[in-house]
């Protein structure tokens, strides 16, 4: 059998609960490559750091984008969904206080797939009281997966805050994954001075993005700036592309 390529793993989600230590599922986000027909098999780690005995029911979910925003869809109920593939090896687990669950997932890649991503989810089952709230504790690991290289991203025009005596200068931006892969963005901020110098850089929160999500993101530079004219120059990595904007400010 063809197996996606595995390109990240981010460590791990982490849900507290108050007073009584923090359930964590690992990996939180794996990254994959391939093309349909390729299946992948993955191991999921969800501890019980509580003090009590946990239950949970394992499911896949597709993830999808509608009207911009992430939209869980359950298994089964879109056309070319990654998600009716899963095969778990636990449907049911239970967790003891301080112990560790391990349970493997296997997914493969339909043809005409419609989505990028699913979501690998342990839902709590056990009522937990916190005051006179009673909630339940569930947490997700993403899986994304890429079928070609046409990843792109658009941005709508980079807004500059200017620099005052109580706030420092920031930037905002808007991207919109406009392709049909999932694509991670990496954004840097770049205050160039009037002599061609730089004056300062500041590292922006890289951004996951699926096919039609857009974000607002966002950085300030953590300095003060003196008095004179500087060129904002904003970029982002993503996939090996790059896109760029700069304005000039004046800063009295």
């Not at 969904?81 to 687990?93: D, N, Q, R, Y």
């Not at 991670?184 to 205050?191: E, R």
């Not at 590292?203 to 993101?217: D, F, M, N, T, V």
């Amino acid at each position: 059998m063809k197996r996606l390529a595995l390109i990240t793993i981010m460590l791990a989600a982490t849900t507290a609960l108050a007073g009584d230590g923090a359930i964590s599922l690992s990996p939180a986000v794996i990254t994959l490559r391939g093309e349909a027909g390729q299946s992948t098999t993955q191991t999921f780690l969800l501890r019980n750091g509580t003090s009590r005995k946990l239950a949970f029911e394992v499911e896949a979910q597709d993830v999808v984008v509608r009207k911009g925003i992430r939209v869980h869809v359950p298994a089964g109920r879109i056309g070319g969904g990654i998600a009716a593939t899963a095969i778990f090896s636990e449907k049911h687990v239970r967790v003891a206080a301080g112990e560790t669950a391990k349970v493997t997932a296997t997914f493969t890649i339909p043809p005409n797939a419609s989505s990028r991503a699913v979501i690998a989810l342990f839902r709590g089952t056990d009522k937990l009281k916190n005051g006179s709230l009673t909630s339940t504790a569930s947490l997700g690991s993403l899986l994304t997966f890429a079928l070609s290289d046409s990843a792109v991203m658009t941005t709508d025009p980079m807004r500059v805050q200017a620099q005052t005596a109580t706030s420092n200068l920031s930037v905002a931006q808007t991207c919109v994954n406009s392709g049909s892969e999932p694509l991670v963005a990496k954004g840097m901020l770049a205050i160039i001075g009037a002599d061609g110098r730089i004056a300062g850089r500041t590292a922006l929160k890289p951004q996951r993005l699926l096919p039609g999500e857009r974000a607002q993101l966002a950085a300030a530079y953590g300095a003060e700036l003196q008095p004179g004219r500087y060129r904002v120059l904003l970029t982002w990595d993503y996939e090996g592309r790059a896109l760029t904007q700069s304005t000039e400010i004046a800063i009295p």
